[in-house]
């Protein structure tokens, strides 16, 4: 069976999945190449001023083109500037009515899917260094971000987002500026696989009706966040020849706030700024991704992480780095239907609308080939149960949660 889709012109939405799925196995291959590690005579000891950032999506990857300034404003901390690019389809739902009114609809005309392309600039300026990891230990960051989406159905039926009064039903360009004020010291040992240290990120994103965010699509909003991450050593082994390489507690906590007269519907669903990630549902794993998308969402993940001896070929390169964890998730959520004055019940409206849920459960991951990670996370509802109803669900992902 087959279903269009409109751009330029018509395409097939099946060979669209199959172009993008194309593209994304030609990047793996692509991206794995200078991952590979290189004989040690290869390697210069002098720090690389321009590096590539790969991060990958499901069906999908983005990319920073980094470089460090030599003549910076600053002789003490570095100035980097950055080209960022990436596109990504994946399928989403709308747990919404046709009115824009939040819903737990349990049929399945609230999923959709949706292909997105994005762009940016920015320059990240030092404030502090760290001398340890050489690398800025605060920073101050500006960045131009541009996003282009689509949003078409793979289905029979429409989803219910396409009869809906929402001006971003079909897709949107948005245009947004964001300021970070960012803490990293952080320390990752590529031999053991421990991770230990302190971040803490304080950014606002703006994207505002005159920026050219009402040519396809309306937005008119601004977000602001705050989030930190701590990572706790608890072992590490003496040698690299011992099973058990290491073991640490992480956590992961932040609050997200968005308003405005026109919210998008991916900065609504979205959680964070510099990097957004799926929202409440999502963040609390094991419930339906990007779902509980209230103005306000604040999030608590603890992990302990278990990490194995590294896989290596004979010519001793890092195949693959497995390790398993286990994790507790809860979330907060609130102003689903926006912010009613006259109907606030004294605490000014933060959690009108709202609720809270959380989770418990499992995962194992592995490293590959230093291009990324695979992860498989078994979830178990607390508090809040799934569309489906089920007691128990099985994610997999690309990366670690954070």
Same mark, same amino acid.
């Given at each position: ?21 194309? $593209? ?17 005579? $290869? ?19 983005? $990319? ?16 980097? %500037? ?18 824009? &009114? ?12 949706? $292909? ?32 282009? /989406? ?36 952080? =320390? ?16 606002? /994103? ?29 072992? /590490? ?5 011992? =099973? ?17 007269? %026109?919210?998008? &519907? ?57 390790? =398993? ?66 007691a128990m669900s099985v994610t997999l992902t690309y990366g670690l949660h954070f």
């Open positions: 069976m087959s279903f269009s889709l409109s751009f330029s012109g018509r395409f097939s939405a099946n060979r669209l999945l199959r172009l993008s799925r194309l $593209f994304f196995y030609i990047i793996i291959i692509l991206t794995a190449v200078p991952a590979w590690p290189l004989p040690k005579e $290869f390697i210069s000891a002098e720090r690389d001023n321009f590096y590539i950032e790969r991060h990958l999506r499901f069906w999908g990857m983005d $990319f920073d083109f980094c470089r460090i300034l030599e003549n910076g404003i600053s002789d003490k901390t570095d100035t980097i %500037l950055s080209l960022s690019a990436g596109s990504a389809v994946r399928e989403l739902g709308y747990y919404r009515d046709s009115s824009d &009114l939040y819903s737990d609809s349990g049929s399945a005309d609230y999923l959709y899917t949706r $292909f997105n392309t994005n762009w940016g600039a920015g320059i990240e300026q030092g404030l502090l260094w760290n001398s340890s990891s050489e690398k800025n230990l605060l920073s101050l960051r500006l960045k131009y971000r541009g996003l282009r /989406e689509w949003n078409f159905n793979l289905a029979q039926q429409d989803s219910i987002i396409f009869d809906s009064l929402r001006p971003d039903r079909d897709g949107i360009l948005l245009n947004t500026f964001i300021a970070a004020l960012v803490y990293d010291d952080v =320390f990752f040992n590529n031999e053991s696989g421990l991770k230990e240290g302190y971040y803490a990120e304080f950014a606002l /994103e703006s994207g505002p009706k005159w920026f050219l965010n009402d040519v396809t699509g309306e937005s008119d909003f601004i977000k602001y966040f705050a989030g930190a991450k701590a990572f706790i050593p608890f072992y /590490e082994a003496g040698t690299n020849q011992d =099973f058990l390489q290491a073991v640490y507690l992480s956590e992961y906590a932040g609050i997200d706030f968005v308003k405005g007269d %026109l919210i998008p &519907l991916t900065a609504r669903q979205t959680y964070g700024v510099l990097r957004p990630k799926n929202g409440t549902g999502g963040m609390v794993r094991g419930f339906e991704s990007r779902r509980y998308d209230g103005e306000i969402k604040a999030i608590n993940n603890i992990e302990l992480r278990f990490i194995m001896r590294q896989i290596k070929d004979k010519a001793g390169r890092k195949m693959l780095r497995p390790g =398993f964890l286990a994790f507790l998730d809860y979330g907060i959520f609130g102003r689903l239907d926006g912010y009613d004055e006259s109907s606030s019940d004294g605490d000014g409206g933060w959690l009108e609308d709202g609720g809270e849920i959380s989770s418990a459960g499992l995962g194992l991951f592995s490293e590959v080939l230093s291009v990324g990670t695979a992860t498989m996370y078994v979830c178990f509802p607390l508090a809040g149960s799934r569309i489906d109803g089920r």
